[in-house]
Nanobody
Framework: QVQLVESGGGLVQAGGSLRLSCAAS????????MGWFRQAPGKEREFVAA?????????YYADSVKGRFTISRDNAKNTLYLQMNSLKPEDTAVYYC????????????????WGQGTQVTVSS
């Protein structure tokens, strides 16, 4: 089993920045891919970004965040990050990190492990 705990959410004005963290524990050696997803009120969960955990060599982004968000990881700390810049009100959502023994990238239903989520609110 892998446990994931997100942190770093909060309230920020449009144009501001936040960095989300996701601390992984448990059988972290089994992780191959990790991702960030978000869900706004009344909307379906959507893919944000994904990274190959072992070396960070492959990263993927949703078009809506490309150029503004950066996914990264620190294997020594077993921590996944999401640096979010130039935030917009439409980025408001609960953000979740997810991990898997394979690399489902944007296919949220295929991820095995999920965190509890952290709220990000962007005011206009």
């Amino acid at each position: 089993q892998v446990q994931l705990v997100e942190s770093g959410g909060g309230l920020v004005q449009a144009g501001g920045s936040l960095r989300l963290s996701c601390a992984a524990s448990g059988r972290t050696f089994s992780i191959y891919g990790m991702g960030w997803f978000r869900q706004a009120p009344g909307k379906e969960r959507e893919f944000v970004a994904a990274i190959r955990w072992s070396d960070g060599a492959n990263t993927y982004y949703a078009d809506s965040v490309k150029g503004r968000f950066t996914i990264s990881r620190d294997n020594a700390k077993n921590t996944l990050y999401l640096q979010m810049n130039s935030l917009k009100p439409e980025d408001t959502a609960v953000y979740y990190c997810a991990a898997d023994r394979q690399f489902p990238i944007a296919s949220g239903d295929e991820y095995d492990y999920w965190g509890q989520g952290t709220q990000v609110t962007v005011s206009s």
